[in-house]
Structures are given as C-alpha cells and as structure tokens.
C-alpha cells in the first residue's frame, strides 16, 4: 500500500475497520431480512450498506480532522440508530430511551461535519 493508499493515523483505522464491519454486516442482515423477517432488520441492514464506504473515504482520505470528527459522529449514530431497531426486532426492546432519535440526529450531524470538512484547509 502507497502512503496515499493508507488509512491517516489511529482514527482512519478506526473508520476503515468500521467501513469493513458496517459492510459485512450490513450483508449479513440483509440475508437475516431475507429469511427471517423483522421490521426493522431490514432497515438496519439498508444505513449499514450505504454508510459502509463513507467510513472507507474517510479513512483513507482523511483530508482534515473535521473529516474524521464527522466521520466518528456518523458511526456513533449510526450504532445508536441501528443498535436500537436491532434490539426491537431480536430483544423485543428498545436500547434504551431515545437511543434511535439521539443516533437519527448523529447521524444528521454527522454528515453536516463531513460537508463541513470541504470548507476546511486539508492537511499539510
């Protein structure tokens, strides 16, 4: 791997792991929604795949830090969000109050920091 090819320091491993484990498990509960139904397997397994390479960019990009901050208020929110529909389907409960709100409005945030970081100088 180049060093343009290689994830920016302990948080862009951090994204680039979470991108590899948002994506495989996105997968595997697709295949779960699949064969098992729930109302909300489906859900989670969708904002698992679409946020998956978003952490890789990141990782890998890692233009600024505000790239990264976004990047791990994403992945705050987005096991907030998905962790609590998860729970509904498999525990019969939520996480715990307000867990999916307080993820939905990470993850809203989240991306509010990553188009922040367009306005932000890179990186030397």
Same mark, same amino acid.
């Given at each position: $791997?180049?060093?343009?090819?290689?994830?920016?320091? @302990?948080?862009?491993?951090?994204?680039? =792991?979470?991108?590899?484990?948002?994506?495989?498990?996105?997968?595997? =509960?697709? *295949?779960?929604?699949? +064969? =098992?139904?729930?109302? &909300?397997? %489906? !859900?989670?397994?969708?904002?698992?795949? $679409? +946020?998956?390479?978003? &952490?890789?960019?990141? %990782?890998?990009?890692? *233009?600024?830090?505000?790239? +990264?901050?976004?990047?791990?208020?994403?992945?705050?929110?987005?096991?907030? &969000?998905?962790? #609590?529909?998860?729970?509904? #389907?498999?525990?019969?409960?939520? /996480?715990?109050?307000?867990? *999916?709100?307080?993820?939905? !409005?990470? =993850?809203?945030?989240?991306? /509010?920091?990553?188009?922040?970081?367009?306005?932000?100088? *890179?990186? @030397?």
């Amino acid at each position: $791997m180049s060093t343009a090819e290689q994830p920016s320091g @302990s948080i862009g491993r951090i994204l680039v =792991l979470a991108g590899g484990l948002c994506g495989a498990a996105g997968v595997a =509960l697709s *295949a779960a929604a699949a +064969h =098992l139904g729930g109302a &909300f397997v %489906g !859900t989670a397994a969708s904002f698992l795949i $679409m +946020h998956a390479p978003v &952490f890789l960019a990141a %990782g890998l990009l890692g *233009a600024n830090r505000t790239l +990264h901050i976004g990047g791990l208020v994403l992945l705050v929110g987005l096991l907030l &969000f998905c962790g #609590d529909l998860l729970a509904r #389907d498999f525990i019969g409960s939520r /996480l715990f109050p307000l867990s *999916a709100p307080i993820g939905g !409005t990470l =993850l809203i945030a989240g991306w /509010l920091t990553i188009a922040a970081s367009a306005l932000v100088r *890179a990186r @030397s």
